[in-house]
T-cell receptor, first 111, second 114 residues
Framework: QQQVKQSPQSLIVQKGGISIINCAYENTAFDYFPWYQQFPGKGPALLIAIRPDVSEKKEGRFTISFNKSAKQFSLHIMDSQPGDSATYFCAASYNTDKLIFGTGTRLQVFP | NAGVTQTPKFQVLKTGQSMTLQCAQDMNHEYMSWYRQDPGMGLRLIHYSVGAGITDQGEVPNGYNVSRSTTEDFPLRLLSAAPSQTSVYFC?????????????FGNGTRLTVT
C-alpha cells in the first residue's frame, strides 16, 4: 500500500533549468515531509524537510512547496547543475521516525 | 566518526542459505532501522528499533529477523534466503525516536539470491 506517491519516475533537465518533483500523500496525520538525495553507490541523505504549518521552505537552490489542502508537496531545484544528478525520494511520517518513502525520481542534468 | 557502517557491501547467496547483514553506528543513536530498496518500489521499512532490547516490524518484515542487544549494533538476519529477497539493504539511525530528526543511512549491502 503506497501512502506516498511520487512522480515522475525519471527526469531529464538541461543545466540551468528548473527540476520539479511532485509527491502526494493520503494520511492527513503526517506531520513531517523530508526529501532525501541519493548518489549511486551511496545511502540516501537528508536534503531538506518541511512541516505542514508552512507552505514553503527554501535552502539555497532547493525549495519545498507544500499544499496541505491538496495533500501534495513538491521539490524545486533552481539552476539545476550536473552535480544534482541523483535519485530523489520524498517521504512522510507522523510523530515517529518510521518514514514512508516515495518510489524515487532519477534526475539527470545535462550540460 | 564513521557514522553508519554496513557489512558486507556485496553478497551472493543460494536459495535457502542464511546470513546476517551487519550494521553498526558510532553516534549513540537510539533509533535504528533497516530498509530495502528495489527498482520502482522506493525504500521500504523492514524492522526498526527505538532502543536496546526493543524491536518492531515495519512494512515488509516477513523473512527477516532482528535483535538489538547494544545501542551500537542492529543486525538483520535472513534465516532462509529467497530470490524475492534480492535487493539493496540500507541501515539507518537517528538520535531521538519520535522527534523527526534526520535519518543517517549506511552505504548499503547489495544482496543477490540465486
Amino acid at each position: 500500500q503506497q501512502q506516498v506517491k511520487q512522480s515522475p519516475q525519471s527526469l531529464i533537465v538541461q543545466k540551468g533549468g528548473i527540476s520539479i518533483i511532485n509527491c502526494a500523500y493520503e494520511n492527513t496525520a503526517f506531520d513531517y515531509f523530508p526529501w532525501y538525495q541519493q548518489f549511486p553507490g551511496k545511502g540516501p541523505a537528508l536534503l531538506i524537510a518541511i512541516r505542514p504549518d508552512v507552505s514553503e521552505k527554501k535552502e539555497g537552490r532547493f525549495t519545498i512547496s507544500f499544499n496541505k489542502s491538496a495533500k501534495q508537496f513538491s521539490l524545486h531545484i533552481m539552476d539545476s547543475q550536473p552535480g544534482d544528478s541523483a535519485t530523489y525520494f520524498c517521504a512522510a511520517s507522523y510523530n515517529t521516525d518510521k518514514l514512508i518513502f516515495g518510489t524515487g525520481t532519477r534526475l539527470q542534468v545535462f550540460p | 566518526n564513521a557514522g553508519v557502517t554496513q557489512t558486507p557491501k556485496f553478497q551472493v547467496l543460494k536459495t535457502g542459505q542464511s546470513m546476517t547483514l551487519q550494521c553498526a553506528q558510532d553516534m549513540n543513536h537510539e533509533y535504528m532501522s533497516w530498509y530495502r530498496q528495489d527498482p520502482g518500489m522506493g525504500l521500504r521499512l523492514i524492522h526498526y528499533s527505538v532502543g536496546a532490547g526493543i524491536t518492531d516490524q515495519g512494512e515488509v518484515p516477513n523473512g527477516y529477523n532482528v535483535s538489538r542487544s547494544t545501542t551500537e549494533d542492529f543486525p538483520l538476519r535472513l534465516l532462509s534466503a529467497a530470490p524475492s529477497q534480492t535487493s539493496v539493504y540500507f541501515c539507518a539511525s537517528t538520535r531521538t525516536p519520535g522527534q523527526n530528526s534526520p535519518l543517517h543511512f549506511g552505504n548499503g549491502t547489495r544482496l543477490t539470491v540465486t
